[in-house]
């Protein structure tokens, strides 16, 4: 592809309203094309404003040339989490089950201990609300038709145990203790999941311009399983055809921002519903720059 690419104005518009609501490059490309536009074609000029749009950069107005397609497509950076098969984590070592280059993830083994995740539990128990999500347009929380959990949030640092575990994940994922956000715990009863989302920020809203602001891109993630459902509740990452099913203590990990700032599409994830049983899980996301939460 040497040419110069140009699209409409109808086509601009229908691809941001679409990054905007948090729809991956894969299944708009697949539209067009099923509308009759060439796949190339319609991957260069997806993939193009996508980038622009996901970054904040300057989003092309009516035409794109091999430069910026180029530019656009992930790079995968080496890996923030350490190599080797087991990781050594302040207080413990960490067995990696399973590592994937494309998205770079990793199943680990015992990140916490069974009284750990029973500990956990029983201090978010009494403090669960409903689960929100952020309006993409307008960056209120908002309740969701796409994620049916209770949660809550620990403060960084919170008290001994999320100490321990907040300096344990900080060596584990690479990163300063203070570049976390507060662990979340979420509790998913039966048929609970949340729907096809990404983890890092799209600047589509003042909230979330501000939250970049403050602190950077969000850049990886550790969901940590604190009980074994009955049924049902893996994680999965639908364009890259990965499932993970939950264990107690052990934990998913995944990066998707990389040095020069670009966000992975093939980190869009989802939890599938829980069949029988509930599931429990603590996510810890990384940033860039230290956390520095809406005042």
């Not at 956000?181 to 096809?196: D, F």
Request: glycine share 8%.
């Amino acid at each position: 592809m040497n040419a110069r690419i140009a699209f409409t104005p109808q086509l601009r518009d229908w691809v941001l309203q679409n990054v905007d609501r948090g729809v991956p490059p894969a299944p708009l490309v697949r539209d067009l094309a099923e509308q009759g536009f060439d796949a190339q074609t319609a991957a260069a000029v997806v993939e193009t404003l996508w980038a622009a749009r996901a970054s904040g950069a300057p989003v092309p107005a009516a035409e794109i040339d091999p430069g910026q397609v180029q530019a656009a497509r992930y790079r995968y950076d080496a890996a923030r989490l350490p190599a080797g098969n087991a990781i050594a984590a302040g207080d413990r070592s960490v067995r990696v089950a399973l590592r994937c280059e494309r998205p770079a993830m990793a199943v680990l083994d015992g990140v916490l201990s069974p009284q750990e995740c029973d500990e956990l539990v029983a201090l978010a128990r009494p403090r669960l609300q409903a689960s929100t999500i952020v309006d993409p347009a307008s960056g209120a929380d908002v309740a969701s038709l796409g994620r049916s959990s209770e949660g809550m949030f620990f403060r960084p640092q919170e008290g001994p145990l999320v100490q321990r575990i907040d300096r344990r994940l900080s060596q584990l994922m690479g990163l300063p203790v203070e570049n976390g956000e507060g662990l979340q715990v979420l509790r998913y009863g039966s048929g609970g999941l949340s729907a096809p989302h990404f983890d890092f920020l799209l600047p589509a809203n003042t909230a979330n311009r501000a939250s970049l602001e403050r602190s950077g891109q969000r850049v990886s993630t550790l969901v940590m399983y604190l009980n074994d459902p009955e049924q049902g509740g893996e994680t999965v990452f639908p364009e890259a055809g990965i499932a993970v099913a939950p264990r107690k203590g052990s934990a998913l990990y995944f990066e998707y921002c990389n040095g020069a700032g670009q966000l992975d599409p093939l980190s869009l994830h989802a939890a599938l519903p829980v069949l029988a049983g509930e599931k429990w899980v603590a996510t810890r996301w990384m940033r860039q720059r230290a956390f520095r939460p809406a005042a």
